[in-house]
Structures are given as C-alpha cells and as structure tokens.
T-cell receptor
Framework: DAGITQSPRYKITETGRQVTLMCHQT?????MFWYRQDLGHGLRLIYY???????DKGEVPDGYVVSRSKTENFPLTLESATRSQTSVYFC??????????????FGDGTRLSIL | AQSVTQLDSHVSVSEGTPVLLRCNYS??????LFWYVQHPNKGLQLLLK??????LVKGINGFEAEFKKSETSFHLTKPSAHMSDAAEYFC??????????FGAGTRLTVKP
C-alpha cells in the first residue's frame, strides 16, 4: 500500500553516538519534512526538502543533518546525539511546500531515547 | 511571525455531549488553518482545513470548525462525542512560506 514509513519505530542510544532515522514515501510527493514532538511544544519543524538534493532548515535544525538523494527517501541524522534530542520524530510529505492548500501526510513516528 | 495558541491542554466530555476545542492564531498574512488528530502511537491525520473559502469548514468524523477573522479564532466542534474521538488534537497555522506552526495540542478525553 502507498504511504509513508518510518524506521525504526523505537530506538535507544547513548550520548555522542550517531543515529539515523529513516523515512520512505511511496506517493512521489515533492516535499518532505522532519518534525520533533515534545510535550508542551506540539510539533516543531527540523528540516524540510522541496525535491531531491534540495533541503532547508526549519525552526530547530541545530544538531541534525538531512539528505535527499532520491525523491522517496529523506533520512535524518543526529551526528552526535545529546539527551535534549530525546523526542518523538515524525516524517511527513506533501505535494506542495506552500502548504496553503495541501495537507501533510505523516508517518507513525520514531520514539528516540538518548541515555 | 505566525503562532497558534490552543487554549485548553485537556478537555473532558461525556459520550454524546458536544465537543469544543479552542484555537487562536496570529499571522501577518491571510493564513491557512488546519486541525489534525493524533491517536496514541500514531502520526497526525488531517481533520479539516481552511484556505480562504467558506468560513465554516466541515471535516471528517463529524467535526467542523469556523474561521472568525475578527476574533482570530478557529475553534473545532462536534455535536456529539464518541469514544473513538479520544485523542490529541492539534491546531496548525500556515502562511504559505513552507512554515507551519503547531499548537501545543489538546488532549480530548471521552467518558462513557
């Protein structure tokens, strides 16, 4: 079935380690997004991508790296994980980035714990 | 800059009674507004959206919301709550420049 898939669903790691969260979508949507969800903050945009090889920072990009070599994949990397990056991470996709008329479609999230 | 305030962090209703989830927004432009629902351990699902057409917007599962520019509000309502409506609800504003701002969320509890 078409959709947006995140992996892993759960991850525990230690401070200082590198960790990569994967996101794959089958709709061929141009835009993809990474959010983190923390209690009391709703969702905050980390990075987004308008197309393959085009990425841009969101509201909270520090400590994260993204790449998009293929339209369907948008991995998020924490190069040196910190405890403050413990969160639930959501990937989303959309047909347009203007977001005025097009909703985003979300994956089920990755719960990341950094010890 | 745009922002969203969800006025209640938690709302509790009895099954069969009306639901009101309140949302105020701030935007320099004519905004688009969305309501999303999140069930436990799931991603967000779109309930409805306002994009400068009719001010009363109907969504899925019997929900609707009214855009009131004079009050900068976009409250979500449902005439009769169902147990399956228990979830977290997010109000979202977008000015169309690849920037969406989420409210902190309202947890809806439905009592039998």
């Amino acid at each position: 079935d078409a959709g947006i898939t995140q992996s892993p669903r759960y991850k525990i790691t230690e401070t200082g380690r590198q960790v990569t969260l994967m996101c794959h979508q089958t709709w061929s949507h141009s835009y993809m997004f990474w959010y983190r969800q923390d209690l009391g903050h709703g969702l905050r945009l980390i990075y987004y991508s308008a197309a393959a090889d085009i990425t841009d920072k969101g509201e909270v990009p520090d400590g994260y790296v993204v790449s998009r070599s293929k339209t369907e994949n948008f991995p998020l990397t924490l190069e040196s994980a910190t405890r403050s990056q413990t969160s639930v991470y959501f990937c989303a996709s959309s047909t347009t980035g203007g977001l005025r008329n097009q909703p985003q479609h979300f994956g089920d999230g990755t719960r990341l714990s950094i010890l | 800059a745009q922002s969203v305030t969800q006025l209640d962090s938690h709302v509790s209703v009895s099954e069969g009674t009306p639901v009101l989830l309140r949302c105020n927004y701030s935007s320099s432009y004519s905004p688009s507004l969305f309501w999303y629902v999140q069930h436990p351990n799931k991603g967000l699902q779109l309930l409805l959206k306002y994009t400068s057409a009719a001010t009363l917007v109907k969504g899925i599962n019997g929900f609707e919301a009214e855009f009131k520019k004079s009050e900068t509000s976009f409250h979500l309502t449902k005439p009769s709550a169902h147990m399956s409506d228990a979830a977290e609800y997010f109000c979202v504003v977008s000015d169309g420049n690849n920037d969406m701002r989420f409210g902190a969320g309202t947890r809806l509890t439905v009592k039998p």
